[in-house]
Protein backbone atom coordinates (compact mmCIF):
# COMPACT_ATOMS: atom_id res chain seq x y z
CA UNK A 1 0.00 0.00 0.00
CA UNK A 2 1.36 3.86 -0.74
CA UNK A 3 -0.26 6.91 1.03
CA UNK A 4 -0.78 9.45 -1.01
CA UNK A 5 -1.81 12.28 1.63
CA UNK A 6 -1.95 15.12 -1.20
CA UNK A 7 -4.98 13.31 -3.51
CA UNK A 8 -5.93 11.76 0.39
CA UNK A 9 -5.78 8.48 -1.23
CA UNK A 10 -4.08 5.35 -0.69
CA UNK A 11 -3.38 3.23 -3.33
CA UNK A 12 -3.25 -0.90 -3.14
CA UNK A 13 -1.35 -3.26 -5.12
CA UNK A 14 -2.75 -6.61 -4.64
CA UNK A 15 -0.80 -9.87 -5.97
CA UNK A 16 -1.31 -13.55 -4.50
CA UNK A 17 0.51 -16.28 -4.91
CA UNK A 18 -1.52 -19.35 -2.95
CA UNK A 19 -5.14 -20.75 -3.33
CA UNK A 20 -5.71 -20.81 0.06
CA UNK A 21 -4.86 -18.69 3.01
CA UNK A 22 -5.14 -15.31 5.12
CA UNK A 23 -3.56 -13.29 2.39
CA UNK A 24 -5.97 -14.66 -0.37
CA UNK A 25 -9.26 -14.11 2.04
CA UNK A 26 -8.46 -10.67 2.29
CA UNK A 27 -7.61 -10.02 -1.10
CA UNK A 28 -11.19 -11.52 -1.97
CA UNK A 29 -13.02 -9.29 0.48
CA UNK A 30 -11.12 -5.95 -0.93
CA UNK A 31 -12.19 -3.95 -3.48
CA UNK A 32 -11.79 0.14 -4.73
CA UNK A 33 -12.98 1.78 -1.70
CA UNK A 34 -12.07 -0.28 1.05
CA UNK A 35 -11.25 1.39 4.20
CA UNK A 36 -7.68 1.03 5.51
CA UNK A 37 -6.46 -0.96 7.84
CA UNK A 38 -5.44 1.19 11.29
CA UNK A 39 -2.43 -0.28 13.71
CA UNK A 40 -3.89 -1.54 17.12
CA UNK A 41 -1.00 0.39 18.91
CA UNK A 42 -1.43 4.21 17.29
CA UNK A 43 -4.47 3.69 15.31
CA UNK A 44 -2.87 5.57 12.56
CA UNK A 45 -3.15 3.90 9.15
CA UNK A 46 -0.89 0.96 7.65
CA UNK A 47 0.25 2.89 4.40
CA UNK A 48 3.50 1.11 3.70
CA UNK A 49 5.73 -2.21 3.60
CA UNK A 50 7.58 -1.08 6.17
CA UNK A 51 10.80 -2.19 6.96
CA UNK A 52 14.24 -1.38 7.57
CA UNK A 53 15.77 -1.05 4.51
CA UNK A 54 17.32 2.12 3.35
CA UNK A 55 20.10 2.41 0.54
CA UNK A 56 23.33 3.71 1.11
CA UNK A 57 23.82 7.09 -0.35
CA UNK A 58 27.99 6.41 -0.14
CA UNK A 59 27.22 3.41 -2.41
CA UNK A 60 27.74 3.65 -6.09
CA UNK A 61 25.77 1.11 -7.67
CA UNK A 62 22.39 -0.48 -6.30
CA UNK A 63 20.36 -3.17 -7.22
CA UNK A 64 16.88 -3.77 -6.71
CA UNK A 65 15.69 -7.16 -7.92
CA UNK A 66 12.68 -9.51 -7.13
CA UNK A 67 9.28 -10.67 -8.84
CA UNK A 68 5.92 -9.19 -8.10
CA UNK A 69 5.75 -10.25 -4.30
CA UNK A 70 8.77 -7.41 -4.03
CA UNK A 71 7.21 -5.05 -5.77
CA UNK A 72 6.29 -2.64 -2.45
CA UNK A 73 9.45 -3.07 -0.80
CA UNK A 74 11.27 -2.10 -3.68
CA UNK A 75 8.98 1.04 -4.72
CA UNK A 76 9.50 2.12 -0.89
CA UNK A 77 13.16 1.56 -1.07
CA UNK A 78 13.49 3.69 -4.38
CA UNK A 79 11.96 6.93 -2.27
CA UNK A 80 15.34 6.97 -0.24
CA UNK A 81 17.90 7.27 -2.56
CA UNK A 82 19.75 10.72 -3.59
CA UNK A 83 19.59 12.19 -7.31
CA UNK A 84 23.22 10.98 -7.23
CA UNK A 85 22.59 7.44 -6.89
CA UNK A 86 22.90 4.87 -9.29
CA UNK A 87 21.58 1.11 -10.07
CA UNK A 88 18.99 -1.43 -11.51
CA UNK A 89 15.73 -2.85 -10.79
CA UNK A 90 15.17 -6.27 -12.26
CA UNK A 91 11.63 -7.13 -11.83
CA UNK A 92 11.03 -10.35 -12.71
CA UNK A 93 7.50 -11.27 -14.04
CA UNK A 94 5.34 -13.99 -16.00
CA UNK A 95 3.44 -12.12 -18.89
CA UNK A 96 4.20 -7.76 -20.10
CA UNK A 97 0.34 -7.49 -18.91
CA UNK A 98 1.65 -7.80 -15.06
CA UNK A 99 3.67 -4.39 -15.62
CA UNK A 100 1.59 -2.77 -12.99
CA UNK A 101 2.51 0.17 -11.99
CA UNK A 102 5.35 2.89 -12.82
CA UNK A 103 8.65 2.93 -10.41
CA UNK A 104 9.28 6.33 -8.81
CA UNK A 105 12.57 7.41 -7.88
CA UNK A 106 15.11 10.54 -7.95
CA UNK A 107 17.87 8.81 -8.38
CA UNK A 108 19.42 7.71 -12.14
CA UNK A 109 18.32 3.88 -11.62
CA UNK A 110 17.15 2.44 -14.73
CA UNK A 111 13.77 -0.42 -14.17
CA UNK A 112 13.54 -3.92 -16.37
CA UNK A 113 10.54 -5.33 -16.51
CA UNK A 114 11.83 -9.10 -17.30
CA UNK A 115 9.74 -11.69 -18.72
CA UNK A 116 10.13 -15.15 -17.38
CA UNK A 117 7.33 -17.56 -19.08
CA UNK A 118 8.68 -20.46 -17.36
CA UNK A 119 8.07 -20.70 -14.17
CA UNK A 120 10.46 -23.92 -13.33
CA UNK A 121 12.93 -21.59 -14.77
CA UNK A 122 14.56 -20.56 -10.95
CA UNK A 123 18.18 -19.24 -12.40
CA UNK A 124 15.93 -16.68 -14.24
CA UNK A 125 16.48 -13.52 -11.89
CA UNK A 126 19.99 -14.59 -10.74
CA UNK A 127 21.23 -14.74 -14.84
CA UNK A 128 19.88 -10.72 -14.76
CA UNK A 129 21.65 -10.29 -11.61
CA UNK A 130 24.66 -11.99 -12.37
CA UNK A 131 27.65 -9.67 -11.52
CA UNK A 132 29.46 -9.32 -14.70
CA UNK A 133 27.00 -7.08 -16.23
CA UNK A 134 27.71 -4.64 -13.90
CA UNK A 135 29.80 -1.10 -14.18
CA UNK A 136 33.20 -1.58 -13.09
CA UNK A 137 32.96 0.22 -9.50
CA UNK A 138 29.95 -1.54 -8.65
CA UNK A 139 32.55 -4.80 -8.77
CA UNK A 140 35.29 -3.00 -6.89
CA UNK A 141 35.25 -3.47 -2.84
CA UNK A 142 31.52 -1.68 -1.39
CA UNK A 143 31.09 -0.46 -4.73
CA UNK A 144 27.42 -2.44 -4.62
CA UNK A 145 24.38 -2.81 -2.12
CA UNK A 146 21.83 -5.33 -3.16
CA UNK A 147 18.10 -5.80 -2.14
CA UNK A 148 16.20 -8.96 -3.36
CA UNK A 149 13.07 -10.27 -2.36
CA UNK A 150 10.94 -13.10 -4.58
CA UNK A 151 10.07 -16.70 -4.52
CA UNK A 152 12.59 -18.63 -2.39
CA UNK A 153 14.33 -20.87 -4.93
CA UNK A 154 14.61 -18.11 -6.98
CA UNK A 155 16.17 -16.20 -4.45
CA UNK A 156 18.72 -18.84 -3.52
CA UNK A 157 19.62 -18.79 -7.05
CA UNK A 158 20.58 -14.86 -6.84
CA UNK A 159 22.33 -15.40 -3.38
CA UNK A 160 24.51 -17.91 -5.23
CA UNK A 161 25.68 -15.53 -8.06
CA UNK A 162 26.48 -13.11 -5.25
CA UNK A 163 28.64 -15.14 -3.32
CA UNK A 164 31.56 -12.35 -3.70
CA UNK A 165 29.70 -9.92 -2.49
CA UNK A 166 30.53 -9.75 1.27
CA UNK A 167 27.28 -10.30 3.36
CA UNK A 168 27.07 -6.75 4.74
CA UNK A 169 26.49 -5.41 1.09
CA UNK A 170 22.58 -7.76 1.00
CA UNK A 171 19.50 -7.62 1.86
CA UNK A 172 18.00 -10.58 1.12
CA UNK A 173 14.68 -13.12 1.50
CA UNK A 174 12.29 -15.46 0.29
CA UNK A 175 8.79 -14.07 0.26
CA UNK A 176 7.13 -17.58 -0.74
CA UNK A 177 7.74 -20.63 -1.96
CA UNK A 178 6.46 -21.95 -5.00
CA UNK A 179 3.63 -24.73 -4.30
CA UNK A 180 3.83 -24.39 -0.41
CA UNK A 181 1.05 -22.31 1.52
CA UNK A 182 1.99 -19.50 3.39
CA UNK A 183 1.68 -21.76 6.96
CA UNK A 184 4.66 -24.35 5.44
CA UNK A 185 6.70 -21.93 3.94
CA UNK A 186 6.94 -19.85 7.09
CA UNK A 187 7.72 -23.40 9.32
CA UNK A 188 10.34 -24.29 6.47
CA UNK A 189 12.65 -20.92 7.20
CA UNK A 190 13.83 -22.84 10.35
CA UNK A 191 14.49 -25.98 8.43
CA UNK A 192 17.61 -26.75 5.74
CA UNK A 193 15.17 -25.68 2.95
CA UNK A 194 14.18 -22.92 4.06
CA UNK A 195 17.47 -21.00 4.63
CA UNK A 196 19.36 -18.85 2.13
CA UNK A 197 22.92 -18.79 3.02
Known amino acids: MRDHPQQEALGQ ?19 A ?5 RSRTTGAPITDPGGGYAPDADVPWHVFAGDLSAL ?20 EIADPADIVMTMDTHASVEVRWLVNTNPADVG ?6 DPAGWP ?24 RVLRDVPRERLSISGYWARGRTEDVFQAEKREPVGRIE
Not at 72 to 91: D, F, N, Q
Not at 140 to 149: D, I, S, Y
Request: aromatic content about 6%; hydrophobic content about 45%.
Open 124 to 129: FLARAV
Open 13 to 31: HVLTVESTGWGRTWSGCTS
Open 136 to 159: AEAREPGGVQVFARGERESIKAVR
Open 72 to 91: PAIAAALEAPPRTARGVVLL
Open 33 to 37: GSRSA
